[in-house]
């Protein structure tokens, strides 16, 4: 019988801290919080200081149960959920639960790594539960619950219903949207580049770029300028008036913390922020590694702290010494100085031990937990490793009022840059760094072998990906490690924002919407800096010397007031109309702009004598992201105008006398441009009625049908050439299932249901004979036929697959 019960959140966590402690300890998982506010109801007292009731989850009740019992015949409670303020809570909740007994003793045991030796350590000094970090959890919970349940129904009462508002999630939303309209406010800028390819008295060739002109900062505006400037260099000198060496250092960067991994992983392997922290929770709680078990290989993933033990420090510094040799080794170890507010209780995120190099343990981890190991165990064992060391030459040459000025860095020294380098959101401006420089002395004359001025114009802000949505939230301080995901998701989850062709995030009119409502009339709430006072807040609530109740009614005063104005004051945009002067198709009335489901659109003003409606058209949406829909033709059927429209796959025209003519044609974008397919018609008659068969583009692309359609429904099928195996009457055709992938089939379905994923070819088996051979494409091995009868042999790549495919290939070959 087990004398002690410790309970952690995971299964998988559980299993693994059960291996270490032994027969004495029965380690059971909560999965995650047990209790938390009711859902349909506020469950936060505010006229009695706020008091919150906490309800067990449904569908947690078993859990509950099964933990009690198990804690019953137990002496000691061990609580070891997560180092952070969530994991205290749930230790809390799990106490008040299962502590029935006044002669039970209830530890709370914390570690920041799920090693043999970290968890023995913990064990031998629990402690209790941090009341401070319980309070700090619990005002954020009421915070979020008080924005969310009082803000929402608002929302559904004057634009739609299923909308939300969030304390942290609208201010992300807000800086999508705000850098959305800094774009389209954005006014490009003609600028010019000038640059020259130089010749000294020996090689090489080298580049240098204009810096100034007469004593000022090089600024060239126009064709008219730049014309002028071409002139007055071509009839000038070209002088070295300056040279300066000096020696660079690139210095490593910390181990990661939260945002920066997950801002790195996106950069490098183009993880999201949700799988980031889903790979790496995995590889914490615990990964079986062969001989050695179960073994968590990361330390704890939710940190703003670049602190290392010494215990690590010592472990890598000897690691590098030895894999790399002494000039790699710093004469002491690098300590990092954390941001400012940062909480120092964990460490840094880094390997359990550097000794398990990625490619040791790459056998035992998925292809994208390997990688993103790989990036941890890099960064980590480089931030211990010696500055990179450049020799940087810097020439100035003179061209009469202009001033070029090349500068060439050759790598001395690798240093930490030989195991990593950091990743970058955006490309690096124009730089003046032209490589190896050839020898030069002051007041040589230089040969000029072109003269290059280039015309640019200034770029608007780009939009935010993952990785600089998570930095600018870091930024600005609001959030923390442990919801920089889940904000990221919800905005996502809840239509708020798109990602466009590069997944960058682009707002949608409701998102938009929704954003001018709350700014409006929450423009305290709502603030960027009024949040990140809100956090830390949070974090001196956690550190004692903040009181959690009057947090709550300092923010409360003003969310009350702000409440009551809007609920009087916001506009209601289900009962707005604004006129847009287009007559109604139908009845010759007014169409009017309105707001539905879907967000704006045309409406017969005569409604509902009359029930016409149309897709609101780019041209009168005043709040249209998307690119500009294209002009079409009137329709080829009917002749009337060809309206857009928005369908479950995107925007489309289609005519303006439907339901009487039901014509549509497909917009397409490619790389940027926009084209718009009509139906191609052909010469071929279909075999049903006798009309001529079109080509038309569907959601999988081209396909051929009957010009009638919807009244005929032929689909012209792809043939093979291929008898069909099973029955000996049919041809094999290829046809599409639904999620839009090929796939062959007798001819005479449903009599014959013989069917086959890959591609039948009209071709004899060189090998056995066999009526056909199967083709299928592959990104490992490229192009392949081989025979279907399982006893042949009979196998060829037609074409390899293309250069460097091989490594990122997840799919097997194997037929």
Same mark, same amino acid.
């Given at each position: ?590 169409? @009017?702009? *309105?707001? +539905? $489901? =879907? &967000?704006? /659109?045309? !409406? %017969?003003?005569?409604?509902?004598? #009359? ?82 068969? @079109?080509? *038309?583009? +569907? $959601? =999988? &692309?081209? /396909?051929? !049908? %009957?010009?009638?359609?919807?009244? #005929? ?93 091989? !490594? ?8």
């Amino acid at each position: 019988m087990a004398k002690a019960i410790v309970i952690v959140e995971s299964p998988a966590k559980a299993k693994t801290i059960e291996k270490y402690l032994g027969k004495d300890y029965q380690v059971r998982a909560s999965a995650g919080h047990i209790k938390d506010l009711p859902a349909r109801a506020l469950g936060v007292d505010i006229k009695n200081d706020f008091r919150p009731t906490y309800r067990v989850i449904p569908g947690k009740e078993k859990v509950v149960r099964e933990l009690k019992r198990a804690a019953e015949k137990s002496e000691i409670i061990y609580l070891a959920a997560d180092p952070d303020r969530e994991g205290e809570a749930i230790c809390q909740h799990l106490a008040e639960e299962l502590n029935g007994r006044e002669d039970r003793t209830v530890y709370r045991v914390l570690f920041n790594e799920i090693t043999k030796g970290a968890i023995i350590e913990a064990f031998k000094h629990p402690g209790a539960i941090d009341r401070n970090k319980v309070s700090a959890q619990q005002t954020r919970r009421i915070l979020d619950r008080l924005v969310g349940y009082k803000i929402s129904p608002l929302l559904w009462q004057k634009v739609r219903g299923g909308l939300s508002a969030g304390r942290v999630q609208s201010v992300a939303l807000r800086l999508v949207v705000d850098r959305e309209r800094e774009i389209r406010a954005f006014v490009p800028e003609e600028y010019w580049n000038f640059s020259a390819l130089f010749e000294a008295s020996v090689p090489p060739v080298f580049t240098g770029r204009a810096v100034k002109h007469d004593g000022k900062k090089f600024k060239i505006s126009n064709r008219e300028e730049a014309d002028g400037l071409l002139e007055q260099l071509r009839k000038s000198d070209f002088v070295v008036s300056s040279i300066e060496k000096k020696e660079k250092k690139r210095r490593p960067v910390p181990p990661f913390i939260t945002s920066k991994l997950q801002q790195e992983a996106y950069r490098k392997l183009r993880f999201s922020v949700k799988k980031t922290m889903t790979l790496a929770q995995r590889l914490y709680e615990g990964i079986e590694a062969g001989d050695e078990g179960l073994v968590g290989l990361i330390t704890y993933m939710r940190t703003d702290s670049t602190r290392v033990a010494e215990s690590a420090l010592s472990e890598v510094r000897d690691f590098v010494k030895e894999s790399y040799g002494e000039p790699y080794l710093p004469g002491k170890a690098i300590i990092y100085q954390g941001r400012k507010g940062a909480q120092d209780a964990h460490e840094a995120i880094r390997p359990t031990s550097v000794l398990r190099q990625p490619e040791q343990v790459s056998q035992y981890l998925g292809r994208d937990e390997y990688r993103l190991y790989e990036l941890i165990w890099k960064r980590f064992v480089a931030s211990q490793m010696n500055p990179a060391l450049f020799d940087e030459t810097q020439v100035d040459i003179e061209a009469g009022k202009t001033l070029f000025r090349a500068i060439g860095s050759v790598l001395k020294f690798d240093g930490f840059l030989r195991l990593y380098q950091e990743g970058q959101d955006e490309a690096p401006a124009d730089s003046e760094e032209s490589g190896l420089l050839p020898p030069m002395t002051v007041g040589e004359k230089l040969k000029v072998q072109k003269i290059l001025p280039e015309q640019k114009f200034t770029q608007p802000p780009p939009r935010y990906t993952e990785s600089s949505l998570v930095k600018a939230l870091e930024e600005r301080g609001i959030g923390r490690p442990s919801t920089y995901a889940q904000i990221v998701s919800v905005i996502v989850d809840r239509e708020y924002v798109k990602k466009d062709t590069e997944a960058r995030f682009l707002p949608t009119e409701i998102g938009e919407v929704v954003t001018d409502l709350l700014v409006a009339h929450f423009d305290e709430i709502f603030d960027y800096d009024y949040t990140a006072k809100l956090e830390q807040n949070l974090d001196e609530i956690e550190n004692g010397h903040e009181d959690w109740v009057h947090t709550l009614k300092e923010f409360y005063s003003e969310f009350a007031r702000e409440l009551q104005q809007a609920k009087v004051e916001m506009k209601n945009l289900k009962k707005e109309e604004t006129p847009t002067g287009i007559q109604c198709s139908k009845c010759g009335s007014e169409m @009017v702009i *309105k707001w +539905g $489901r =879907f &967000g704006k /659109f045309l !409406a %017969c003003s005569n409604y509902p004598a #009359c029930k016409n409606t149309q897709e609101l058209s780019k041209e009168v949406s005043p709040a249209a992201p998307d690119a500009e829909a294209p002009a079409t033709d009137p329709c080829d059927k009917c002749g009337q105008p060809m309206v857009l429209k928005k369908g479950r796959y995107g925007d489309f025209f289609a005519c303006s006398g439907y339901p009487d003519c039901r014509n549509t044609r497909k917009i397409v974008r490619v790389k940027g441009e926009t084209k718009v397919h009509a139906d191609k018609p052909l010469e071929e008659l279909c075999p049903q009625c006798g009309a001529n068969l @079109v080509v *038309k583009h +569907g $959601r =999988f &692309g081209e /396909f051929t !049908a %009957c010009s009638r359609y919807p009244e #005929c429904k032929y689909i012209k099928r792809e043939t093979t050439g291929v008898t069909c195996p099973e029955c000996g009457q049919g041809e094999l055709l290829q046809r599409r299932s639904k999620r839009g992938k090929n796939f062959y089939s007798c001819s005479n379905y449903p009599k014959c249901r013989f069917v086959l994923w890959d591609k039948p070819i009209a071709q004899q088996c060189p090998h056995c004979g066999g009526p056909y051979i199967l083709e299928r494409f592959t990104k490992k091995q490229g192009l392949l036929r081989y025979c279907p009868n399982k006893a042949c042999d009979y196998r060829e790549t037609v074409e390899p697959a293309e250069e460097g495919s091989k !490594a990122e290939a997840s799919i097997s070959a194997e037929p």
